[in-house]
């Protein structure tokens, strides 16, 4: 279920799938992420258990992927906002983050909890699909039409910011999120960093994209 907004809907279990998040968010900072708490939640929102069940074939880990995909969409809308394409490239990914965490602070306990589910080895390539997914969706939002070795770079170092900034959100108890905004503000600075010394090298001759960029020709066929 991964990156899959523009078929979301379509298969007529959209209503099911929100109205079991809701409760699922509300009983999971109790519970955790459990098949206990999944019971309860699909129960509490009247749904029935065939139902649930074609909503989300996989359960929690179903859950889980849906509520970041939902996430992932107010992200692009956010970023397609007016004023948006006006600012900076560093402040326009510290805004996209930023608007991440903004939709998750009211279900903070709850992100925290998933984080915990998501950490554990068996979860291991969900939680990087997740991350790789969120990646994406922001450098869509920002144009990004890279199709060499550029498009795996990016969405590898971004998804280590996301990541890591989110820890440190979790960690953070202060009002304002001080640290946090800090911490993000010089992980992409460090990108930024990064982004100027493969530009110096590719000016000496040394093009890092070179080597592997036919791998990126097979995710987008020429002319998308």
């Not at 939680?127 to 969405?155: C, E, H, P, Q």
Request: with cysteine; hydrophobic share 45%; glycine share 6%.
């Amino acid at each position: 279920m991964e990156n899959s907004n523009e078929s979301r809907g379509a298969d007529g279990f959209e209503e099911a799938r929100q109205a079991i998040l809701d409760h699922c968010l509300a009983l999971a900072p109790f519970d955790g992420w459990t098949g206990r708490m999944l019971d309860g939640a699909i129960l509490a929102a009247n749904v029935d258990t065939a139902t649930a069940k074609a909503a989300f074939p996989a359960g929690v880990r179903d859950v889980i992927r849906y509520w970041s995909a939902t996430v992932d969409e107010k992200i692009a809308e956010a970023m397609a906002a007016p004023g948006f394409a006006e600012q900076r490239i560093r402040d326009k990914v510290a805004g996209a983050v930023l608007t991440r965490i903004d939709l998750l602070r009211v279900d903070k306990e709850a992100v925290r909890r998933s984080a915990a589910v998501l950490a554990a080895p068996s979860m291991a390539h969900v939680a990087t699909r997740l991350v790789w997914a969120t990646a994406d969706t922001i450098w869509r939002g920002l144009g990004d039409k890279s199709t060499d070795f550029n498009f795996y770079s990016k969405r590898a170092i971004l998804s280590g910011v996301i990541t890591s900034t989110t820890a440190r959100w979790l960690a953070d108890s202060s009002d304002d999120e001080a640290a946090t905004n800090a911490f993000l503000r010089a992980r992409i600075e460090n990108v930024m960093q990064i982004e100027k010394i493969k530009a110096q090298a590719k000016k000496f001759g040394f093009d890092p994209s070179a080597p592997i960029g036919w791998l990126a020709k097979m995710r987008y066929p020429a002319g998308r």
